[in-house]
C-alpha cells in the first residue's frame, strides 16, 4: 500500500547549524540534512527563518558579499536539491535597494519562488526593521540569469501532487491577521513556517500551543522549523524548535537546544484536513481572498510504503494518565450535569434506572449519583432495578445489589421471569432462545421502568453506550429508549476506563471492590440462560471486539475515512493482536450494522454529547435509514 495515495505525505522540519555570514557553508549544511530527509523518503523539507545566513547576521545583511553570497548558496541549493520541495530562508535585495526576509521554495532544480515576511517585530530584543521591509505589497517578477523565472509575493501556493502548501516567517504566526489564515482560506492545506525564536522561560510552551491551534483554526498541517544555539548569543539564545501539528493535534516535537543539525519527521494527513474542512461551516463558508498565484512542483512526492506515525489503538481514549484523569472528571461532570438539568426541565426529583451489574449500568449508576449530589437532593432518590431473568447471573446480580447497597440507592428487585414466560405463552412461542425471547426480556424491563418512574414522578436514565449505538446492539423500543440517556455518546473503551478511574480516585473502600468487580465481568446482555452458573452469551464473540469497532468508528465517523484507510491504520495499530483476515471482517460487520441499524439512531431519546462523535439524530449524524452499504463492502472485498 503507497499510503500516500490515502492522503498522507511526510514532511521535515530541521534546526540547522549555522555558521553565521557564510552562506555557502550554509548551504552545504541543509544539502547535508536535505540528503537525509531524501533516505526518509520526506517529500516537504523545512528549514529555519534566514539559514542561509544566520539569522543574527545584523548589520551584516547590508553586506553587498553576503547578499552575493547568498545568491551563489541559492543557486547550489537549486543544482543539488534532492527533494521534492524545500524552504530554506535567505535575505533579498529588490532592483530598488530594499530588503527583503525571504523563503525560498525550491522543488529540485528549480527556485519555484520567494515568499517575504510581511511581519517583522521590532519591540525588545527584536530589530528586524533596522534591516527589513514588510514584503505585504511586494509583487514581482524575477527573471534572474542563474536562478530562472520566479515570483516574489505573499499570495502564492505551491501544488506538490494535490496538496497545496502555504508559507509564512516567524513573526507573521503571532500577528493578528495571520498570512497562514489567508492561505488557507485560498486552499493550502499545509503551512511552512520559517522561523528565529529566541528561548524565554516558558516561551516554548506558548510556542507549542500557538503552532498548534494555528493547525486547530485554519484546519491545516504545521511545520515549524526554528532557528537553533548556533546563531549569536550576544543577547539572547535560541533552541531550535521543531514542531509538526495537525488541526490541533501535535504530532512530532524535537528536543531543543541541539549544538548540531537535527530534524523531524511525521505523515500530515491532508485527506482528514479535506474531511474536516467541508464538514466545518466556520470553514467552508469563510470569504475567500483573491486567488492566489499556485507554483508547482516539478516531479511527485515521495511513495509511503509504510508510516512511522502511528494511530492510537484506543483513539477515545488519551495515551497520557494525567489528561486521561482531567478528561475524565471532565466526562462524568458534563454527563451529571445534563441529567441534573433535565430534571429540573421536567420537574422531576426522582431517577429511575434498571441495573444490571454490567459497565453500562454501573457508569450510569454513578452519574445518577453526582447528578442527584448537583441539586441536593438524597441518593434514595435514586431507584435502581434489578430485574432478572432467564440469562441473569449471581456475579451481575450481586455487582447490581452491591451498587445499590453501598451508594445508598433505593433498590427494588422485580423478577421478569413470570411475565416473560407469560408473553411468551400468549404469542405461542415454542420456547427457542431466538430474538423473540430476548427481545421479550427486554422490552419487558423497558416496560418496567417507564411504569415505575410514572409511579414515582421520575425519569428513566438509559444506560446503553456509544458503540453500542453505532452498531445497533440494542433492542428497538427496549434498551433503546429512555427518557435520557447519559451513556449516549460515551463509547464502549471509554466506558471501563471512566469506571476504572473512578474506582481510583473517586470510590469508597467499600465501593471499589463492587467497581472491580464489574470491570471484571464479560461484556453480555445476559439473555440467553447462563451455562453451569456462568455467563454464556458474551457480545465481543457475536459482534467483535469493541476496540476494533470502536477504532473504526472514530476513523470513519471523525475523520472521513475509506474503509480502505480503516483497515490499513488498523492494521498498523493492532498489529500482533489481530490478523489482516480478523480486522477485515470486523470491518465487514462494522459497517453493514452501521448502515443496516440508521434507523434506530434516527429515534434516539436525548443525552449529553460528551466527545467530538455522537449520533444524535438531532445534531450530530443525518442519514437516511435506507442508505446502501454496497458500495463500503464492495470496497472492504477487495482489500
Known sequence: MDFESLGFVNVAAASLEVSI?????????????????????????????LCITGYSAEDLFFS??????????LQLLKAKNPLPLIAVGLPWRLSDGRLLNCAALLSHNTLLGLVPKTVHPNYGEFYDLRWFVSGANINESILHPTLGQFQIRCDQLFELNDHLIGVEICEDMWAPDAPS???????????????????????????????????????????????GPSESTKDVVFGGHCLICESGQLLKQNNRFALTSNYITCEVDTARLRHDRASNTSFSQASRPTPYRVEHCVGQSKPLHDLQRRFSKHPFVPDDEHEFEARAEEILSIQATGLARRMQAANSARLVIGLSGGLDSTLAFL??????????????????????????????YTNAHGLAEIGAATLHDISIQAAVEQHLRDLKHGGEHDIVFENAQARERTQLLFNFANKVNGIVVGTGDLSELALGWCTYNADHMASY?????????????????????????????????????????????????????????????????????????????????????????????????????????????????????????????????????????????????????KEIEQL
Request: proline letters at 8%.
Open 21 to 49: 555570514g557564510d552562506p555557502l557553508m550554509n548551504a552545504e549544511r541543509i544539502l547535508t540534512t536535505a540528503t537525509q530527509m531524501a533516505d526518509a523518503q520526506v517529500s516537504i523539507g523545512v528549514f529555519p527563518e
Open 64 to 73: 553587498d558579499a553576503l547578499l552575493s553570497n547568498s545568491i551563489q548558496a
Open 181 to 227: 489564515t489567508r492561505a488557507c482560506l485560498a486552499g493550502a492545506e499545509i503551512i511552512l513556517n520559517l522561523s528565529a525564536s529566541n528561548e524565554l522561560i516558558a516561551k516554548a510552551d506558548y510556542r507549542r500551543d500557538l503552532v498548534r491551534m494555528s493547525s486547530a483554526k485554519n484546519i491545516c498541517a504545521y511545520i515549524y522549523a526554528s532557528a
Open 367 to 396: 452519574v445518577c449519583l453526582d447528578a442527584l449530589k448537583k441539586l441536593d437532593l438524597p441518593s434514595k432518590h435514586l431507584i435502581a432495578l434489578t430485574m432478572p431473568g432467564p440469562g441473569t447471573t449471581k456475579k451481575t
Open 485 to 633: 440517556n447519559v451513556n449516549s455518546s460515551v463509547p464502549k473503551t471509554m466506558m471501563a476506563y471512566l469506571v476504572r478511574w473512578y474506582a481510583h480516585h473517586r470510590a469508597s473502600t467499600e465501593l471499589s471492590p463492587v467497581l472491580e468487580s464489574v470491570l471484571s465481568t464479560p461484556i453480555s446482555p445476559e439473555l440467553i440462560p447462563p451455562a453451569g452458573g456462568e455467563i454464556s452469551q458474551r457480545t465481543e464473540a457475536i459482534v467483535g471486539p469493541y476496540e476494533l469497532h470502536d477504532y473504526f468508528m472514530f476513523h470513519f465517523l471523525r475523520t472521513g475515512a475509506s474503509p480502505t484507510k480503516i483497515y490499513y491504520l488498523a492494521c498498523l495499530s493492532f498489529a500482533g493482536a489481530y490478523s489482516p483476515s480478523t480486522i477485515k471482517h470486523w470491518l465487514n460487520q462494522f459497517f453493514s450494522r452501521f448502515m443496516h441499524q440508521q434507523f434506530k439512531r434516527t429515534t434516539l431519546p436525548p443525552g449529553p454529547k460528551v466527545g467530538s462523535i455522537s449520533l444524535s439524530p438531532r445534531g450530530d449524524w443525518r442519514m437516511p435509514d435506507e442508505a446502501s452499504v454496497q458500495p463500503l463492502l
